[in-house]
């Protein structure tokens, strides 16, 4: 399958601190990828989807001004998640679509802790 | 809406032991069904699918039938290795947009 990497695979920030989570296509183009929120034993959250070139569409009660998403070129979409609080910390995981197919590819996920 | 209900984990099974994983859903609309496998320090992949009802989905071993009567797609393999310790996700996805719905995920330990 195709590979998605992201970067940081962990960080630790401060309380009021802003964060960028880069996610990347490696070997196929992304017309569409997908930000996920994953709480400790629980099922990954849906966040946000993003096409290319486009504004990102968010899921119901996610905060557009706090998760910044930018998907700006087929391979390459961020997440930043600004002024971050405690309760941000969490596990964020990306995946990619291309455009013929309706099969996810996913990173293997970031580990964002605020302290 | 939609949601997928997984059995509570974590499992833990002795090597070639028969395995199964519980999966039930809701969904407005028919789905298409997914189990995904996430191995220790990677990302979420895809195990295998099913998009119509009593398709049957299989891949390296495990299988999982489409129960549309019984909204279910418990995920089995008939003797289980070490290396398919890993967590399970069981997800759906309605319509033409590739938003997945997933379960909790389950962890299951296969020990030699």
């Not at chain 2, 129960?67 to 089995?76: A, D, G, I, P, V």
Request: hydrophobic letters at 35%; one cysteine or more; proline letters at 4%.
């Amino acid at each position: 399958g195709a590979v998605v990497s992201q970067h940081p695979s962990w960080v630790i920030c401060k309380s009021g601190t802003s964060v960028k989570i880069e996610c990347r296509s490696l070997d196929f183009q992304a017309t569409t990828m997908f930000w996920y929120r994953q709480f400790p034993k629980q099922s990954l959250m849906l966040m946000a989807t993003s096409n290319e070139g486009s504004k990102a569409t968010y899921e119901q009660g996610v905060e557009k001004d706090k998760f910044l998403i930018n998907h700006a070129s087929l391979t390459l979409s961020t997440l930043t998640v600004t002024s971050a609080h405690p309760e941000d910390s969490s596990f964020y995981i990306c995946s990619s679509k291309g455009e013929n197919t309706n099969e996810q590819f996913f990173g293997p996920g970031t580990r964002l802790t605020v302290l | 809406g939609n949601s997928v209900t997984q059995m509570e984990g974590p499992v833990t099974l002795s090597e070639e032991a028969f395995l199964t994983i519980n999966c039930t859903y809701t969904a407005t609309g028919y789905p298409s069904l997914f189990w995904y496998v996430q191995y220790p320090g990677e990302g979420l992949q895809l195990l295998l699918k099913a998009t119509k009802a009593d398709d049957k989905g299989s891949n390296k071993g495990f299988e999982a039938t489409y129960r549309k009567e019984t909204t279910s797609f418990h995920l089995e393999k008939g003797s289980v290795q070490v290396s398919d310790s890993a967590v399970y996700f069981c997800a759906l996805s309605v319509g033409a947009n590739s938003k997945l719905t997933f379960g909790k995920g389950i962890t299951l330990s296969v020990r030699p």
